[in-house]
T-cell receptor, first 116, second 118 residues
Framework: DARVTQTPRHKVTEMGQEVTMRCQPILGHNTVFWYRQTMMQGLELLAYFRNRAPLDDSGMPKDRFSAEMPDATLATLKIQPSEPRDSAVYFC??????????????FGDGTRLSIL | AQKITQTQPGMFVQEKEAVTLDCTYDTSDPSYGLFWYKQPSSGEMIFLIYQGSYDQQNATEGRYSLNFQKARKSANLVISASQLGDSAMYFCAMREGFGGGSNYKLTFGKGTLLTVNP
């Protein structure tokens, strides 16, 4: 089965450090999403891309977060500088375009981030 | 206002019995889709079932079915013959304005934690 691959699975680092999370979407999927999951806020959409172009990053704190798709097989989410409140599970998901709107987004296993 | 409401923070069911997990939604868009995902304790998000706003029939997928009541804006998930492996968090999500609309995002509810007792 094709899967969304996220690395690293776990990350523990100190406040102020840069964190980079990577995602390899399913081959052929042209939309990529970044979500953050916390106990308090649940699942929140941070950003999403279609055909590698950013469509919406309104859910992302712009001062410290950035999301990019350098190519069709790689999406990155960076936090610089990191803060303890960024501790969460970050999910990447991929899907087909709007013409396949009945198709689900497929999620990776997530990156569990802890900022000390 | 919340777009997706899951009113049951936790539910318990006996193994082999059926259980219904509630989901109500709020949208003014006539074109939308509703999705259910399962998140076991291991953390991954697993797609279960989909219902489109124009679908005439309730969606079914194995032991999962959707009780879709459009006028009431509800899309409840029914799990038949519960198994111990069904113990997990279940999320309802909505996508609005597809098929030419600009919004491809999913909005998630807060989830319902289902525990299946032996």
């Amino acid at each position: 089965d094709a899967r969304v691959t996220q690395t690293p699975r776990h990350k523990v680092t100190e406040m102020g450090q840069e964190v980079t999370m990577r995602c390899q979407p399913i081959l052929g999927h042209n939309t990529v999403f970044w979500y953050r999951q916390t106990m308090m806020q649940g699942l929140e959409l941070l950003a999403y891309f279609r055909n590698r172009a950013p469509l919406d990053d309104s859910g992302m704190p712009k001062d410290r977060f950035s999301a990019e798709m350098p190519d069709a097989t790689l999406a990155t989410l960076k936090i610089q500088p990191s803060e303890p409140r960024d501790s969460a599970v970050y999910f990447c998901a991929s899907g087909l375009g709007q013409e396949y709107s009945n198709q689900p987004q497929h999620f990776g296993d997530g990156t569990r981030l802890s900022i000390l | 206002a919340q777009k997706i409401t899951q009113t049951q923070p936790g539910m318990f069911v006996q193994e082999k019995e059926a259980v219904t997990l509630d989901c109500t939604y709020d949208t003014s868009d006539p074109s939308y889709g509703l999705f259910w995902y399962k998140q076991p304790s291991s953390g991954e998000m697993i797609f279960l079932i989909y219902q489109g706003s124009y679908d005439q029939q309730n969606a079914t997928e194995g032991r999962y079915s959707l009780n879709f009541q459009k006028a009431r804006k509800s899309a409840n998930l029914v799990i038949s013959a519960s198994q111990l492996g069904d113990s997990a968090m279940y999320f309802c999500a909505m996508r609005e304005g597809f098929g030419g609309g600009s919004n491809y995002k999913l909005t998630f509810g807060k989830g319902t934690l289902l525990t299946v007792n032996p």
